[in-house]
C-alpha cells in the first residue's frame, strides 16, 4: 500500500512506467500555450482557460497525460476563477492527435469522463463540463 500511495504522489512520472492505468500516474509537465496567440499544434491535445481556445491553457503531445490539474499552474492573464490552479478551469479543447482523449471530473481520472474524438475541438460550456476538468488521459476514454 505505501509503494501505491507513493507511485500516485509522484510528480515525476519516470519511475513507475509498470503502473497498471496510466492516469493515476502524471507525466512529464505539459507546455504552456501563449495566452495572446494560443494554437493548438498537430500531434497535441490542448485545453484552454477560455472558450472557442482563448487565453492560455496546457498542451501535451499525443501519448501524454496528466492525473491532477491542482499541480498545474495558472498564468497571470488567463483569465482563471483564480490564480491558484489549472483545476476545474478549462472551458474548451482541441484534440489534434489521432486519438481518443478525455478529461475527468476528479483528479486520477475515472468517471464521469468526457471524451474528446481525435480531430475535434469545442466549447465544455455546450457539454455540461465547463470549468470542471481535473485530468487528462487517453486509457478507458468511454
Ligand atoms: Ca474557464
Ligand atoms: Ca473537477
Not at 513507475?16 to 500516474?25: I, P
Not at 509537465?29 to 482563448?54: E, N, R, T
Not at 499525443?62 to 483564480?82: I, R, V
Not at 475535434?120 to 455546450?126: A, D, E, P
Request: glycine share 12%; with cysteine; charged share 10%.
Amino acid at each position: 500500500m505505501a509503494a501505491v500511495l507513493a507511485s500516485m504522489l509522484s510528480t515525476t512520472g519516470t519511475s513507475h512506467a509498470s503502473a497498471g492505468d496510466d492516469r493515476t500516474t502524471p507525466t512529464a509537465s505539459p507546455l504552456v500555450l501563449d495566452a495572446a496567440a494560443p494554437i493548438c499544434p498537430a500531434g497535441y491535445v490542448c485545453l484552454f482557460v477560455d472558450v472557442d481556445q482563448k487565453t492560455g491553457g496546457y498542451m501535451w503531445a499525443a501519448g501524454a497525460y496528466h492525473s491532477n490539474f491542482t499541480q498545474l499552474p495558472c498564468e497571470p492573464g488567463w483569465k482563471c476563477k483564480t490564480l491558484g490552479d489549472f483545476n476545474d478551469e478549462a472551458s474548451s479543447w482541441h484534440n489534434n492527435t489521432n486519438r481518443t482523449y478525455c478529461v475527468s471530473w476528479g483528479i486520477n481520472g475515472g468517471n464521469p469522463d468526457n471524451s474528446m474524438p481525435p480531430g475535434t475541438y469545442g466549447n465544455f460550456t455546450t457539454t455540461g463540463w465547463n470549468d470542471e476538468a481535473s485530468s487528462i488521459g487517453f486509457i478507458g476514454c468511454p
